[in-house]
Nanobody
Framework: QVQLVESGGGLVQAGGSLRLSCAAS????????IGWYRQAPGKQRELVAD???????NYAESVKGRFTISKDNAKRTMYLQMNNLKAEDTAVYYC?????????????WGPGTQVTVSS
C-alpha cells in the first residue's frame, strides 16, 4: 500500500511563490511519480504538470514559464515550484503516482493541499 501526502500549500498574494511537496511512503517499490493535478471550486480536476522517468516534463499552458515540476527518487518526493502565482491558480493541488501490478496501472492520490492566491 502506498500513501501520498502533499504539503506546502497556503495563502499567498498574486505574484508570490509556493513550493509544494509530495512525499510517498509505504510499499513504494517501483513507484512512479506521475505529476500534479489541481481542482478549483466548481471545476474538473486538471493536469498541471507531469514528469517522466527521465528529464521529460509537461505543463499545462496556463502554468508554463511559472511552474516547475521535479522529483527526488532517493527521498521519494515530488515537488512543484510555483512562481508568479495568479488568482486563477487557486485550487486544491493533488499528487499522483502509480504502480503497475501485473501490468495494470494502479493510481495513488494524496488528500490534496489547498493553494489560495489573493488578488
Amino acid at each position: 500500500q502506498v500513501q501520498l501526502v502533499e504539503s506546502g500549500g497556503g495563502l499567498v498574494q498574486a505574484g508570490g511563490s509556493l513550493r509544494l511537496s509530495c512525499a510517498a511512503s509505504g510499499s513504494t517499490f517501483g513507484i512512479n511519480f506521475i505529476g500534479w493535478y489541481r481542482q478549483a471550486p466548481g471545476k474538473q480536476r486538471e493536469l498541471v504538470a507531469d514528469v517522466g522517468s527521465g528529464d521529460s516534463t509537461n505543463y499545462a499552458e496556463s502554468v508554463k514559464g511559472r511552474f516547475t515540476i521535479s522529483k527526488d527518487n532517493a527521498k521519494r518526493t515530488m515537488y512543484l515550484q510555483m512562481n508568479n502565482l495568479k488568482a486563477e491558480d487557486t485550487a486544491v493541488y493533488y499528487c499522483n503516482a502509480a504502480l503497475y501490478p501485473f501490468g495494470v496501472r494502479r493510481d495513488y492520490w494524496g488528500p490534496g493541499t489547498q493553494v489560495t492566491v489573493s488578488s
